[in-house]
């Protein structure tokens, strides 16, 4: 079946360190591929997207992803992580069937920055 | 861009009371839909939202639960049928354009059943 994939539940990383959080798809085609970050009581935000093209896509707040076909992922990464980079992550794909579409997230991971 | 409003923002409510959440978008859409978040977990969708026509439903969601209505291309409503506490959620509606490549979240209605 086509879905999403977020093996970790929880990452804690020092303020400083780098972040990589994992995404994995099932999907035969090309997927649209989505980050989404959500802050304790907030609303959804999009880091980046990717549909084509560049592998690597750039988002906001210093975020990058890296597409990869051949390991069906879409990791998240960032070099440098900030205190208020806590937050909840979203992985999501676009699944197609004809001309119809839906957007499909992942579990989430929960991301704790110490000190 | 779309701008997306979602009423009620927060509401508290009786079990067994319905309630009807509206989502009104700024400009035509094709595609609208809604999700649930509930407590700590990630968003799950619950339908698709067609104009004119009944909504796509998702497994384990059902229209008797769950009506949608989407008279036109800027609005649509969820109402979340006899409610328990189980359904204490975030409701949030979505727009897509583009065939997906470009899509909008509104704020959420934050949903407590007592």
């Known amino acids: 079946a086509q879905s999403v994939t977020q093996p970790d539940i929880h990452i804690t990383v020092s303020e400083g360190a780098s972040l990589e959080l994992r995404c994995n798809y099932s999907?035969?085609?090309?997927?649209?591929l989505f980050w989404y970050v959500q802050s304790p009581g907030q609303g959804l935000q999009l880091l980046l997207k990717?549909?084509?093209?560049?592998?690597l896509v750039q988002g906001i707040k210093g975020f990058e992803a890296e597409f990869k076909r051949s390991q069906s992922s879409f990791n998240l990464r960032k070099p440098s992580v900030h205190w208020s980079d806590a937050a909840e992550y979203f992985c999501?794909?676009?699944?197609?069937?004809?001309?119809?579409?839906?957007?499909?997230f992942g579990s989430g991971t929960r991301l704790l920055v110490r000190p | 861009s779309a701008v997306i409003s979602q009423k009620p923002s927060r509401d508290i409510c009786q079990r067994g009371t319905s309630l009807t959440i509206q989502c009104q978008v700024d400009?035509?859409?094709?595609?609208m839909f809604w999700y649930r978040q509930q407590p700590g977990q990630s968003l799950t969708l619950i339908a698709t939202?067609?104009?004119?026509?009944?909504?796509?439903?998702e497994s384990g969601f059902v229209i008797d639960k769950f009506p949608i209505s989407r008279p036109n291309l800027t609005f649509s409503t969820l109402t979340v049928s006899n409610m328990s506490p189980e359904d204490s959620s975030i409701y949030l509606c979505s727009v897509a354009r583009d065939a997906g490549n470009t899509i909008y979240f509104g704020e959420g209605s934050w949903l407590t059943v007592v």
């Open positions: 939202a067609n104009q004119g026509s009944e909504a796509t439903y």
């Open positions: 999907y035969g085609a090309t997927p649209y």
């Open positions: 400009s035509q859409v094709t595609m």
């Open positions: 990717y549909f084509s093209g560049d592998t």
């Open positions: 999501a794909v676009v699944l197609t069937a004809g001309s119809s579409y839906k957007l499909i």
